[in-house]
């Protein structure tokens, strides 16, 4: 694990070196992780040891580990670009001081695995000043971002979720008896809203749903009221709270001779406890903009390659820094700067499409207030098996 850990070090060490050949007018990006890269290391000396890596250091850096492994690929293609990498939680060099030096020398294209809100705010404000988009690949909403149309979310947030849910069940469950099981709580109150919202304001025949408000404890006594043995049921979880959704996952697979399946949140993509004998019998459904087949032929290449190099295993978002880095760099190549009306060009996709649309303000239809991708995937799960993707 030493070998590991030091590997990664002079990785990004030469990559903020200039990794990539100099050429002319090469694309030039900036990377931002959350590496926490001074909790391991004293300059260049590993100081923890024979010590697993502190936890809140593995995001950031499976996510660097996925771009440099792109980066890797693309350059084995005479890829034409300049890529530098920034740890934001850097002790040295701070969110701010990093931005000034991209004041002096600007990029084309920024990339953030960011997981703070403020950070995230920062930088998306230093791309509305300097018309460079950002794209933020996995922070899961908009920080409270609006009235930036350089600000592109790849994390598709709540609200495109359950607009999606809603029009999929729509599509495949009007006839069945669907209850949405909600609890206290502001991101429960959310939920409801959206689906309220999209009773009120669709186009086709609204969706029929009984809205139901549990406790924060319950059993399947308190589930099965509302369910009828008649037909299919399709029971949507309105709640972020994992202890709540698992609840409701066993109360459905104590059902006995009811035919249910189950609607989930995106949180739901890595929840722990799925795979638990408890949930097996249950089939649930939810929705997510990352869908990684492992068992394709491409992860399978990626994974041996990852492996030699750092004898591990490909993390969700070790592919995630992969898929972005390899897809976004080539897209700004073919385009340059009109790559950003061309994010929806699906040329070079790997494990996901995008479809990355304008979100608008609903009084001023001219305003944009951020882009974002609407591509979404419905995962079918039993026993924690995936059945099918849709």
Not at 61 to 73: P, R, T
Not at 116 to 123: A, F, I, T
Not at 364 to 382: R, T
Request: glycine share 4%.
């Amino acid at each position: 694990m030493k070998f590991i850990f030091r590997a990664v070090f002079l990785v990004m060490v030469l990559l903020l070196s200039n990794i990539l050949p100099a050429q002319n007018n090469p694309i030039r990006v900036a990377i931002f992780s959350p590496i926490y890269m001074d909790s391991a290391f004293i300059g260049d000396t590993y100081k923890l040891g024979d010590a697993n890596l502190p936890k809140q250091m593995l995001p950031g850096l499976e996510f660097y580990n996925g771009a440099m492994a792109a980066i890797d690929s693309l350059e084995k293609q005479g890829m034409n670009a300049e890529v530098m990498v920034y740890d934001t939680k850097s002790s040295n060099h701070s969110l701010h001081n990093i931005l000034q030096q991209l004041e002096e020398n600007p990029v084309d294209l920024m990339i953030t695995s960011c997981n703070d809100r403020n950070e995230l705010m920062q930088m998306a404000q230093f791309a509305l000043q300097k018309h460079i988009p950002l794209i933020s690949a996995t922070y899961p909403n908009n920080a409270g971002i609006y009235n930036n149309p350089y600000f592109i979310i790849l994390n598709s947030t709540l609200q495109t979720h359950c607009s999606s849910i809603y029009k999929y069940l729509q599509r495949n469950n009007a006839f069945d008896k669907i209850v949405l099981f909600t609890r206290k709580g502001k991101p429960a109150e959310i939920i409801q809203g959206i689906f309220s919202q999209m009773l009120h304001n669709t186009y086709s025949i609204p969706l029929k749903y009984l809205t139901v408000q549990l406790p924060d404890t319950f059993t399947v006594n308190q589930v099965k009221p509302y369910l009828d043995s008649t037909k299919k049921n399709i029971i949507i979880c309105g709640s972020l709270n994992d202890m709540f959704a698992l609840q409701l996952i066993k109360a459905a697979g104590d059902a006995k001779n009811y035919d249910i399946e189950v609607m989930g949140m995106p949180t739901w993509d890595a929840m722990q406890g799925l795979d638990q004998p408890a949930y097996a019998s249950t089939t649930i459904v939810y929705t997510t903009p990352f869908y990684y087949n492992r068992t394709s032929q491409l992860y399978n290449n990626i994974a041996q390659q990852y492996r030699t190099q750092l004898n591990a295993n490909p993390t969700d978002m070790m592919l995630k820094g992969y898929e972005t880095t390899f897809h976004f760099l080539q897209l700004w190549q073919q385009f340059g700067p009109e790559a950003i009306h061309h994010l929806s060009e699906n040329k070079f996709v790997l494990f996901n499409k995008y479809n990355i649309q304008p979100v608008r303000d609903n009084k001023d239809l001219s305003a944009i207030h951020y882009l974002e991708n609407q591509q979404l995937y419905f995962v079918k799960k039993q026993g924690g098996a995936i059945k099918s993707v849709n």
